[in-house]
Nanobody
Framework: QVQLVEYGGGLVQAGGSLRLSCATS????????MGWFRQAPGKEREFVAA????????YYADSVKGRFTISRDNAKITMYLQMNSLKPEDTAVYYC???????????????????WGQGTQVTVSS
């Protein structure tokens, strides 16, 4: 079992920055791919970013590419999402995800991920 806890959400003005953190419980953190999804009110949950178990590859949704950066610190068993140049449309609940599968073809889909955090609210005011 892997338990995921998100930190760092909050209220920020458009153009501002936030850094989300995802702490895990597991000793096998370094074996898991990690990622972020988000869900805005009335919308479906959507992929934001992902990083492989080694940190060697990263994936981003087109809507956040160039503004968000995903990273991980295996020694601290923590993953991060640095969000810059935030826009009101980035407002959503952000979920940390994890999975031990190696084939990352479907990382942008919700069904690929086996473990989900409870979510943290990010609100960007205009």
């Amino acid at each position: 079992q892997v338990q995921l806890v998100e930190y760092g959400g909050g209220l920020v003005q458009a153009g501002g920055s936030l850094r989300l953190s995802c702490a895990t419980s597991g000793r096998t953190f370094s074996n898991y791919a990690m990622g972020w999804f988000r869900q805005a009110p009335g919308k479906e949950r959507e992929f934001v970013a992902a990083i492989t178990w080694s940190g060697g590859s990263t994936y981003y949704a087109d809507s956040v590419k160039g503004r968000f950066t995903i990273s991980r610190d295996n020694a601290k068993i923590t993953m991060y999402l640095q969000m810059n140049s935030l826009k009101p449309e980035d407002t959503a609940v952000y979920y940390c995800v994890a999975d031990g599968k190696r084939d990352t073809v479907l990382v942008t889909t919700t069904r690929w991920w086996g473990y989900w955090g409870q979510g943290t609210q990010v609100t960007v005011s205009s």
